[in-house]
């Protein structure tokens, strides 16, 4: 029997979600450097009728990521000792991933560099919730959606590296052929 003045073990999730709300936030600005969707090899892609708007994408991570600060917050705020610190080297593998993957894909220009990262992300993610839900259940179904949406950016990515072979596009950087008067060299 529990005594009225005795309470739950508290725990302070504040500051651990603050840290988390702040690695998250680097990690969304650091991929997000490294898109360009505008770019003309972007746009030059056989894309499959399937792949939503540009706009959905931060429609869609907006959200997912308040949600992965959050359970990481909770998630670290219960831990303890090594599951605390198994969780945060899951989480930082995890993010460190996450941003990777528009380097990969948006950098690289290659769709097959872009899919070897989202399933090395859809592997983390599994070791994630796997390790969140040692510490607490709620945080590791929060971020289930995020695992959804990236298994989904797998399935996209590879669709995009099957349709884009290496090969079938010019490289992005080769300038346009110019013609030059006889007997002029052209400029480099």
């Given at each position: 029997?529990?005594?009225?003045?005795?309470?739950?073990?508290?725990?302070?999730?504040?500051?651990?979600?603050?840290?988390?709300?702040?690695?998250?936030?680097?990690?969304?600005?650091?991929?997000?450097?490294?898109?360009?969707?505008?770019?003309?090899?972007?746009?030059?892609?056989?894309?499959?009728?399937?792949?939503?708007?540009?706009?959905?994408f931060?429609?869609?991570?907006?959200?997912?990521?308040?949600?992965?600060?959050?359970?990481?917050?909770?998630?670290?705020?219960?831990?303890?000792?090594?599951?605390?610190?198994?969780?945060?080297?899951?989480?930082?593998?995890?993010?460190?991933?996450?941003?990777?993957?528009?380097?990969?894909?948006f950098?690289?220009?290659?769709?097959?560099?872009g899919?070897?990262?989202?399933?090395?992300?859809?592997?983390?993610?599994?070791?994630?919730?796997?390790?969140?839900?040692?510490?607490?259940?709620?945080?590791?179904k929060?971020?289930?959606?995020y695992?959804?949406?990236?298994?989904?950016?797998?399935?996209l990515?590879?669709?995009?590296a099957?349709?884009?072979?290496?090969?079938?596009?010019p490289?992005?950087?080769?300038?346009?052929?110019?013609?030059?008067?006889?007997g002029?060299?052209?400029?480099?």
């Open positions: 029997m529990r005594i009225i003045s005795e309470s739950p073990q508290r725990t302070r999730s504040g500051p651990w979600t603050a840290c988390a709300a702040v690695a998250v936030t680097a990690t969304a600005v650091a991929g997000a450097r490294a898109v360009d969707a505008d770019s003309t090899w972007y746009r030059s892609l056989d894309k499959p009728a399937w792949q939503p708007p540009s706009w959905a931060g429609a869609v991570w907006t959200p997912l990521y308040a949600t992965i600060a959050w359970a990481a917050g909770r998630g670290l705020g219960r831990a303890r000792g090594r599951d605390r610190a198994g969780l945060a080297a899951g989480l930082t593998v995890n993010l460190a991933l996450n941003a990777a993957w528009n380097h990969l894909f950098r690289r220009k290659s769709p097959r560099a899919l070897a990262g989202t399933l090395l992300l859809d592997l983390s993610n599994a070791q994630l919730i796997r390790r969140m839900a040692v510490t607490d259940r709620s945080a590791a929060a971020l289930a959606p695992a959804a949406w990236c298994l989904y950016a797998t399935a990515n590879f669709s995009l099957r349709r884009n072979r290496p090969g079938d596009h490289p992005a950087c080769t300038p346009p052929a110019t013609e030059q008067p006889l002029r060299p052209a400029r480099h």
